[in-house]
């Protein structure tokens, strides 16, 4: 459907999240958003933050990797911290 063509269309795309919340107690996921995701209305973004240090408040550049219902998945772009791939 719709929702599907728009996050496929966001794979590969790189920009700024902003880090709002732990997903679990658990493992390296964060729960944030970018600019365009107004909080509380639009989906939000997974972040798998590969064992950088994370906190809520922080801002990260993160690539989308994929997507899970109405989220966006993202990892750390190239470069940042937790990226797997260097500059």
């Avoid at 639009?42 to 993160?62: E, M, R, T, W």
């Avoid at 994929?66 to 500059?87: E, F, I, Q």
Wanted: hydrophobic share 35%; charged share 30%; proline share 5%.
């Amino acid at each position: 459907g719709i929702v599907a063509r728009r996050m496929k269309a966001q794979l590969g795309r790189e920009e700024e999240i902003l880090i709002e919340r732990k997903k679990s107690a658990r493992g390296h996921l964060w729960l944030g958003r970018s600019r365009s995701q107004a909080p509380g209305i639009d989906s939000g973004v997974i972040y798998d933050d590969n064992g950088a240090k994370c906190h809520p408040g922080l801002f990260v550049q993160a690539v989308y990797t994929g997507a899970a219902g109405y989220d966006l998945r993202a990892r750390p772009a190239r470069g940042a911290p937790g990226s797997k791939v260097k500059t």
